[in-house]
């Protein structure tokens, strides 16, 4: 969901005070179409959507979010004024382009890790501000897993704060401070610091910067030694399309992936006004 505040603050940044380039041409009613110029998986239907509303334009589309497009595929039929089409072009496509790039990325990750295990691919907090709620619904598009949205989803204990309290401080503090609707998360480096976890009883631990090799002595660790169950096993740190079939076959639950959104390429996408 877009609220008009966020509207206008885009538009703002993109039309600037004297818009000269979209008022050149006569104010009539005009055609158009949104087309991909070429393979992807579609995100962003409902940000363009609450532009085209705002200016009033007339709109249809038979897609969904996470479909699979392929080029010259059309997103959108536009009926509306001149003057309200040019002026929604650029930022309806940038939203598109950025956002149809990551499904893209996420889908193609899902799809290696599917080929291994049920594995979750989840994003991170490695966002861009302001953009972190379309770029994680980019990810539930392309079928991943959108993590935190932020701080207040789930407790998560970092390197930081065990540098501060010490694994065992940080998790009892936790467990003092927390609703009973949260989750505790502890990331570790060592599969030494994941038993300590365990033991303390967290719901969910991230193997942080582990190879596929240590992930699976870690996992091994775990299953035989006397542990409060179930948890969550994640693993996160240096991992993309080129090194994921080696961590979807190891058997965790979670593997989350800052470049699913950094590492997105923009999708080629464009707007043509039809005579």
Not at 72 to 83: C, N, P, Q, T
Not at 103 to 110: E, G, L, P, S, W
Not at 210 to 226: Q, Y
């Amino acid at each position: 969901m877009m609220f008009t505040n966020e509207i206008e603050s885009f538009l703002e940044e993109d039309l600037g005070y004297n818009d000269i380039s979209c008022t050149l041409v006569p104010e009539k009613v005009v055609h158009a179409i949104i087309f991909t110029k070429e393979d992807c998986t579609l995100a962003g239907l409902d940000v363009a959507k609450a532009f085209f509303d705002y200016f009033g334009l007339q709109y249809s589309t038979d897609r969904c979010n996470g479909d699979r497009l392929s080029k010259d595929d059309v997103i959108f039929f536009l009926h509306g004024s001149s003057h309200s089409v040019l002026r929604t072009e650029r930022i309806v496509l940038n939203f598109l382009g950025h956002l149809c790039g990551i499904a893209t990325n996420t889908r193609r990750c899902v799809d290696i890790a599917r080929q291994y295990s049920d594995v979750r691919i989840a994003c991170t907090r490695k966002t861009t501000p302001g953009l972190r709620k379309y770029e994680k619904m980019a990810v539930i598009a392309g079928g991943g897993d959108p993590h935190r949205f932020d701080l207040s989803d789930t407790i998560m204990i970092k390197d930081n704060h065990v540098k501060l309290m010490g694994i065992e401080g940080a998790i009892m503090s936790a467990g003092k401070k927390a609703s009973f609707t949260q989750k505790v998360e502890v990331e570790v480096e060592s599969s030494e610091d994941a038993l300590r976890a365990a033991k303390a009883g967290v719901d969910i631990i991230m193997l942080d910067n582990m190879d596929p090799g240590e992930v699976i002595d870690t996992l091994g660790l775990l299953k035989s030694s006397s542990v409060p169950g179930p948890m969550i096993i994640e693993v996160s740190g240096g991992i993309n399309a080129g090194n994921l079939e080696e961590y979807a076959k190891t058997g965790v639950d979670v593997i989350s992936m800052g470049s699913l959104i950094h590492g997105s390429r923009w999708i080629d996408v464009s707007l043509e006004i039809m005579k």
